[in-house]
């Protein structure tokens, strides 16, 4: 378990963490901002810039240590941002008023819970594991299944396509692969835990009504990626 000194430090260093995280965050919003402004580009396309950008944040809350305590902090703010965001445009070009999709609240959620749940077990990178598979995957499945995808199946009422999909599966295990490579190295374990977690991610990222896969896929993919290395020990 993590001291308390993890948890309620206050030092000149740890506020400099927390403006990195900030200052990462908010040119992200503003980037948003003037992309939906000036450039008028596919609201889907800023908000996919600003899906797979605001994922990595996850990172540097890692290599930082940012304490858990932090870290859920924003998560909650976050949350309450992007609530209020649905009927009152705080988000432009992220949120409109009245959208029917949740995604980006579920999505500040996940963040708040990964970390909640694997920063006291001082095992980060299973919360880096859920949220960079649902930004980097669910980002770029979204924007080649859109662009280019001409196979197309439905799923509980919803139009999906195989472009997406498989894009959705081969970024899940190229994500999840880098990372277990950087914390447990070339072993058989890091390809077959990283193989679950595509196929369980792109399960789950099918069905994305009302944008619940902002919240299912980071925190399925986390648990399978926790679950497996559990039970699949190296040695």
């Known amino acids: 378990m993590l001291n308390s000194a993890f948890w309620l430090?206050?030092?000149?260093?740890?506020?400099?963490?927390?403006?990195?995280v900030a200052a990462w965050v908010g040119t992200l919003l503003f980037?948003?901002?003037?992309?939906?402004?000036?450039?008028?580009?596919?609201?889907e396309v800023v908000r996919k810039v600003v899906h797979i950008g605001t994922g990595n944040v996850i990172l540097l809350a890692w290599w930082l240590s940012i304490p858990a305590s932090v870290?859920?902090?924003?998560?909650?703010l976050a949350s309450?941002?992007?609530?209020?965001?649905?009927?009152?445009?705080?988000?432009?070009?992220?949120?409109?008023?009245?959208?029917?999709?949740?995604?980006?609240?579920?999505?500040?959620?996940?963040?708040?819970?990964?970390?909640?749940?694997?920063?006291?077990?001082?095992?980060?990178?299973y919360a880096a594991l859920g949220i960079l598979v649902m930004a980097?995957?669910?980002?770029?499945?979204?924007v080649i299944g859109q662009r280019f995808g001409q196979h197309r199946y439905e799923?509980?009422?919803?139009?999906?396509?195989?472009?997406?999909?498989i894009t959705m599966g081969l970024v899940s295990f190229f994500v999840s692969s880098l990372l277990l490579l950087g914390v447990q190295g070339n072993v058989w374990q890091t390809w077959?835990?990283?193989?679950?977690?595509?196929?369980?991610?792109?399960?789950?990222?099918a069905f994305s009504?009302?944008?619940?896969?902002?919240?299912?896929?980071?925190?399925?993919?986390?648990?399978?990626g926790f679950v497996l290395t559990q039970v699949l020990p190296l040695g």
Do not use: C, H
């Open 155 to 165: 799923l509980w009422g919803m139009q999906k396509s195989w472009e997406g999909s």
């Open 136 to 142: 980097w995957g669910d980002g770029l499945a979204a």
């Open 192 to 205: 077959v835990v990283s193989l679950a977690v595509a196929l369980v991610a792109t399960a789950l990222e």
């Open 71 to 76: 870290g859920i902090g924003a998560a909650i």
């Open 80 to 125: 309450l941002v992007t609530f209020l965001s649905y009927r009152f445009p705080l988000l432009p070009g992220i949120n409109s008023v009245g959208r029917k999709s949740w995604g980006t609240f579920f999505y500040a959620v996940s963040i708040g819970l990964l970390i909640a749940w694997f920063w006291p077990l001082q095992q980060p990178q």
């Open 31 to 43: 980037l948003a901002a003037k992309l939906n402004r000036y450039l008028n580009p596919d609201p």
């Open 9 to 20: 430090e206050s030092s000149p260093s740890l506020w400099l963490q927390v403006a990195v």
């Open 209 to 224: 009504k009302f944008g619940i896969d902002n919240l299912t896929v980071p925190l399925g993919s986390a648990a399978v």
